[in-house]
């Protein structure tokens, strides 16, 4: 049974989610939708969405054949929603209608340096992260990440974070994100975690 505060605090998350929503509407020139979209999001809608992730790029954290993931829906990315440390899901630089899953390793500010002398060091600009796959026994070209494709835009890329990870029936549970992250997505999780159906879609 899901606490008092913790469906305060989840409440309050539905809210946070539906303003942001809206000013992204706002933002397209889409303001007569924005009060619809408030109500419709707050009452009716979900903070989370299931997304199946196949190869082996985020082994261990998602397994070697992949996994399906619980996914906690960031409308606009920045870095007040999105921390350094956190897996999170984005569009294919390449081809923006699939998604990839990385790790957030740097956000607007750091100063990235290569092990290659030949390469000089540069700061992310306003709005620009990188992202890394967590398996470490891959080389940069095979792993596709920043080190492939460089960075890429916060605002435009990214649309969430995983939040849970179900591999199969008996290996499954919370994605190691930022301390941030894990505090905020809490009341989600708890509220919005439906092992069952993410063992349905799995299954599918």
């Known amino acids: 049974m899901v606490a008092a505060s913790t469906w305060l ?3 309050a998350s539905k809210f946070e989610y539906s303003v942001s929503l809206t ?3 706002y933002a397209r020139g889409e303001g ?3 009060f619809d979209n408030v109500w419709r999001n707050f009452l009716q809608g979900k903070l989370t969405f299931l997304h199946c992730d196949k190869g082996e790029e985020m082994a261990p954290t998602i397994g070697t054949q992949g996994g399906t993931l619980l996914v906690r829906k960031i409308p606009a990315a920045d870095p007040t929603r999105v921390y350094v440390d956190d897996v999170v899901v984005l569009k294919d630089p390449k081809k923006p209608e699939n998604y990839l899953v990385r790790r957030l390793a740097a956000i607007e500010g750091y100063e990235m340096a290569s092990t290659d002398e030949k ?3 540069f700061i992310l600009e ?3 992260c990188w992202v890394l796959a967590d398996n470490e026994n891959l080389k940069p070209k095979d792993a ?6 460089g960075p890429v835009k916060m605002s435009e890329s990214i649309i969430g974070r995983v939040i849970y990870c179900l ?3 008996v290996d499954h549970g919370p994605v190691n994100n930022s301390h941030f992250s894990a505090k905020k997505d ?3 999780l708890e509220v919005e975690l439906d092992v069952e159906e993410m063992m349905n879609n799995h299954k599918a």
């Open 144 to 149: 596709y990440d920043s080190r492939t494709f």
């Open 23 to 25: 000013h992204k509407t």
């Open 32 to 34: 007569t939708k924005a």
């Open 119 to 121: 390469d000089e060091p």
């Open 167 to 169: 591999r199969n029936a």
């Open 186 to 188: 809490s009341p989600v």
């Open 9 to 11: 605090r989840y409440i």
């Open 126 to 128: 306003e709005d620009q």
